[in-house]
């Protein structure tokens, strides 16, 4: 008789075991990588055109100009006291500042898209350096 009641305690903790793990591996299965990703936009070409000082209110306003891009992008632009070193040189005590600027609706056969990005208050001394920073897409990393 106690044969017959440890095959049925086998039987529950098998049973058991596929409640566990079952939809654990269901869980890692759905959510593997091996699927192709959504076929990602072609990110814009961005650039500062312009980079002054408003005289107005002493703020330095950068002039963005992006086209080829699908979609809506946000840009960072960065305004810097003197142009950043090259690549691995890091900021050489250089001030900055960040300014975050969107780009609606962008499409590849429209034209460019303008926008200013307005920084932080001015020396009017000092010639600022404006940049982009980074693109993202609305939404989520560019891909």
Known sequence: MALKWQGWVVGLM???GLL?????GLYV???????PAAAAAAPPRVRVTDCR???ASKRVLAAVEAGGGE??????????DRRPAPEGGGTDGARTAQSLVLLP????????????AVGPVW????????GVA???REGGPQG
Do not use: K, M
């Open 53 to 55: 000082i408003d005289p």
């Open 134 to 136: 980074g693109v993202e």
């Open 71 to 80: 979609g809506s992008y946000l840009v960072t632009v960065e305004f810097r």
């Open 20 to 24: 566990v793990f079952a939809p654990l």
């Open 105 to 116: 609706g962008l499409a590849p056969a429209s034209p460019p898209a303008r926008t200013e």
């Open 123 to 130: 020396d009017p001394a000092t010639a600022p350096w404006c």
């Open 14 to 16: 098998g049973l058991a």
């Open 29 to 35: 299965w759905a959510s593997s990588p091996s699927r």
